[in-house]
RNA sequence: GCCCCCAUCGUCUAGUGGCCUAGGACACCGGUCUUUCAAGCCGGCGGCGGGGAUUCGAAUUCCCCUGGGGGCACCA
């Protein structure tokens, strides 16, 4: 079956009504035109493969019949925290790799001595871990594999394809910065590129040089991306990049690309500040000879200004957002939806129907807003739909970190505990939040000023606390249900509304208007903290209601 | 200055020429439940940046404009 023929029946299994009218149209519209044939270049082999009609299927099948296992990376600059935007590229590079059973690959980016530190690394794992990205491969590190980048520079220079470069970081600054004043594009002016062996010979005595990649002066470098299409570049507006520096290190575009090669990797998935460096990358796998790889150009994650995500708008770390006591569940469905959609509808999604839905495809090209408000939400249902032992397990660092508490939990504490988060877990809208919810549970009471004016000032209060507290106190079992029966026929024995009789009493012990139901909560603070908060209340009460 | 990407409710998004009176989710506003707060349920508000072109028909295709973003390092 053609395109054509193809796209019509398309066309019409779609819809479900038809109209003679509409018939009638279809019958006479013209064909649609071909796609637009794009020239093939020369330099990217795969382009005329990935033509535009292919679809991810179609695309995976490829693969399948080259025998090729997916292959994706992770590959940060260990220079601070595991951001937002990094979890996102590795949440999609794992859904990738999961998803077509291929292999996920960590690797660090670590040339740049000077900004890479080891806390960085240590904290990029363990946020990773708790997200639940594991890795096939790695963690592999770049400066481990020098000898490889320099090999590879070695041959581009006897093929003529990279050269020596004598100028110093310092003139290039200056002159770039002339450039820049000036109004012209700041790009290196290629000056060492046509030097003679005799004036090489001179710098040499007292300069050390660069490799600069010979970037072709001519043609184009289309690359095929598999989220926004074919992107072209022109070559002479590419610049005669740095591969290795004066002291032998590797530069980004070149170890990635050399990397890359080196571990096979099929799949380039990482965020689209890299499309402006992936021509040049192209051009060094050409210069090398081989084929580059797929890529994917996520969209940037920003505030809810468009700028770039950054600690004005809060918290930008995986770390920080674990410390504030949200689920890596919610985490990663929230990131997994942030660029990328399943239909029109679903909004909370498992882990595992990530794995078997993911898809590249259905990537958004635009940006995303960072919008904390839903992540919050949606860090409370996953709250409110994790198992109460889970959930305590989760909580109780929490606890401990405040000093709420001092010891490991025995059963009898363990269960207590199991009940107040069983309370709380529908107010929660993150864990850390339990603290400040149920603080009254592990210190003493606090009344809050505003509560005893507002509820305590009332005239019958004085009658409900006192008759409250000797009813309760005459109590046996002090469980919710008989706190139930009992302060409900209190209630109807005075002829009050319920909220005159329950809000004085939840005040006088809970110190606030605000808590967890309250019979559960006098069951769970106890008979005697329950009646000894009651009695000092009435001490407190303020004067009108004397 | 040059190159590149992008553009649907406030936000995340669905939408690939007629199923669109533009769908869902968060937020917001109302109602309901209720001893408070939540949660839940029901309902509401709210959007195709602008202009041309193609077409019987455009959110959807093409061009221009505008706006936003990224990049232009011996950073990654």
């Not at 040339?111 to 960085?120: F, G, M, Y």
């Not at 481990?144 to 220079?157: I, K, M, N, V």
Request: proline letters at 6%; one cysteine or more.
């Amino acid at each position: 079956m053609d395109i054509i023929t193809r796209m019509s029946v398309g066309c019409m299994s779609k819809k479900k009504k038809t109209s003679d009218e509409l018939d009638i149209y279809k019958s006479i519209r013209k064909p649609m035109p071909p796609p637009t044939k794009v020239i093939p270049d020369k330099r990217h082999k795969l382009k005329e493969e990935w033509f535009e009609e292919q679809t991810e299927q179609d695309l995976q099948q490829v693969i399948r019949d080259k025998g090729q296992a997916v292959r994706v990376r992770f590959a940060p600059s260990p220079t601070g925290y595991l951001h937002i935007g990094g979890a996102r590229t590795a949440l999609y590079n794992w859904l990738f790799a999961q998803k077509n059973k291929g292999s996920f690959i960590l690797r660090i980016e670590d040339t740049d001595r000077t900004r890479s530190t080891e806390e960085a690394i240590e904290a990029i794992i363990s946020s990773l871990k708790w997200l639940g990205l594991d890795w096939d491969e790695g963690p592999y590190r770049q400066t481990e594999r020098f000898s490889l980048y320099h090999g590879t520079a070695q041959r581009l220079l006897d093929e003529k394809k990279a050269y020596f470069c004598y100028c110093t970081p310092e003139e290039l600054e200056t002159r770039r910065e002339e450039a820049l004043k000036a109004g012209i594009p700041p790009r290196y002016d290629r000056r060492c590129r046509a030097l003679s062996s005799e004036q090489r010979r001179v710098l040499e005595r007292e300069r050390k040089p660069a490799i600069r990649f010979a970037c072709p002066l001519e043609g184009v470098t289309t690359i095929s991306d598999l989220i926004r299409g074919e992107v072209h570049f022109e070559n002479r507006l590419l610049d005669d990049f740095v591969l290795l520096r004066a002291d032998g290190s590797p530069t980004y575009n070149f170890a990635v690309v050399i990397d890359d090669k080196a571990m096979e990797i099929t799949h380039v998935i990482r965020g689209e500040d890299h499309l402006p460096n992936t021509p040049k990358q192209v051009l060094l796998y050409n210069a090398l000879n081989s084929e580059p790889p797929l890529f994917a150009h996520l969209p940037m994650i920003v505030g809810p200004d468009r700028k770039p995500l950054s600690k004005r708008h809060g918290a930008t770390s995986i770390e920080e957002y674990r410390n504030k006591g949200y689920l890596p569940e919610a985490m990663v469905n929230y990131l997994a939806l942030l660029g990328w959609s399943l239909d029109e509808k679903t909004t909370l999604i498992s882990r595992n129907e990530l794995i078997e839905k993911f898809s590249l495809e259905r990537v958004s090209k635009a940006p995303a807003v960072f919008d904390i408000g839903k992540l919050e939400w949606m860090n409370g249902y996953y709250i409110r739909h994790t198992p109460v032992k889970r959930l305590v397990a989760e909580i109780i660092p929490f606890l401990e970190r405040v000093g709420y508490l001092a010891e490991a939990p025995d059963k009898r504490k363990m269960s207590w505990l199991e009940r107040l988060v069983f309370l709380e877990q529908e107010r929660m809208k993150n864990l850390a939040e339990i603290i400040k919810l149920a603080d009254f549970f592990f210190k003493d009471v606090e009344w809050d000023p505003k509560s005893v004016e507002k509820i305590l000032s009332a005239p019958e209060v004085p009658k409900v606390l006192s008759m409250a507290t000797e009813r309760l106190e005459s109590l046996d079992r002090f469980d919710s249900r008989g706190i139930e029966k009992t302060l409900r026929s209190l209630q109807k024995e005075l002829g009050f509304h319920p909220r005159e009789v329950f809000q004085p009493i939840r005040v006088a012990v809970t110190g606030r208007m605000v808590s967890p139901p309250l019979f559960e909560t006098l069951e769970l603070l106890g008979k005697r903290r329950a009646i000894d908060r009651l009695r000092r209340a009435q001490k407190i009460l303020p004067r009108s209601s004397a």
